[in-house]
Structures are given as structure tokens and as C-alpha cells.
Nanobody, 133 residues
């Protein structure tokens, strides 16, 4: 198991940007597939973006984005190997929610991780994103 910690959540006006970080101390996140989820008050958890393990060919794509965030959000891995970022641009009020990252060492398809929460082993505590004028 590894401990994931999210950071970067904040209050931002519509149209603004935030960058969330998912970090693991003393762990190489390049050995893990990482998923970003969010949960708005009164709603179910939604898979926002998932990124597969580096160096692995994923039949359904190395990165998955929910339709609601395509073209606005970008997931990436930091050069040091212990952080995964979620860059969020053109934020909307409906992006408000608690954002979690989760991970697995299994070679999982990013689409399955995001849609079915497949194989996820560890979850962070979440970071709050609020988009409001």
C-alpha cells in the first residue's frame, strides 16, 4: 500500500484555473496507474481523469477523460516520479466538489479505472474545489 495525498484545491471564480497534485511520499508513482475522481454534494462519485502506468500500452488509451472535462482538464506526471497533476482550466460551477486521487499497481485500463473504479487500491482524503462567483 502507499499513502496518497491531494493538494491544490481552492475557491476560484468561473473561468479560472487550478492545478491539483496527487503525491506519495517515498513511492514512485510511475509504478502505479492513477485516477482522479470528484464528488459534488448530494451526488455520486465521478471519474474525472485516469492515467495508466508509463511504458505500458493500454488498448483503450493511456489517458481517459470524462466528457464533462475534455478539452479543459489535463492529467500529467511530474518529472520526479512522485506526483501526478490535474490541470483544470475554464472551470465551471459544476466542477465544484471534493477531488480525490486513487491508485493501483495493477496494469489497468484507464477507462475502466474511471468508469468502473476498477482495481483501485488506495485513496487519498481529497481536496476541495469550489467554483463560484
Amino acid at each position: 500500500q502507499f499513502k496518497l495525498v491531494e493538494s491544490g484545491g481552492d475557491f476560484v471564480q468561473p473561468g479560472g484555473s487550478l492545478r491539483l497534485s496527487c503525491s506519495a511520499s517515498a513511492s514512485d508513482l510511475n509504478l502505479y496507474a492513477i485516477a482522479w475522481f470528484r464528488q459534488a454534494p448530494g451526488k455520486g462519485r465521478e471519474g474525472v481523469s485516469c492515467i495508466g502506468r508509463p511504458g505500458v500500452s493500454h488498448g483503450s488509451g493511456d489517458i481517459y477523460y470524462a466528457d464533462s472535462v475534455k478539452g479543459r482538464f489535463t492529467v500529467s506526471r511530474g518529472n520526479a516520479g512522485n506526483t501526478v497533476f490535474l490541470q483544470m482550466n475554464a472551470l465551471k460551477p459544476e466542477d465544484t466538489g471534493l477531488y480525490y486521487c486513487a491508485g493501483t499497481h495493477v496494469i489497468a485500463q484507464p477507462r475502466d479505472m474511471c468508469i468502473a473504479e476498477a482495481f483501485l487500491e488506495d485513496w487519498g482524503q481529497g481536496t476541495q474545489v469550489t467554483v463560484s462567483s
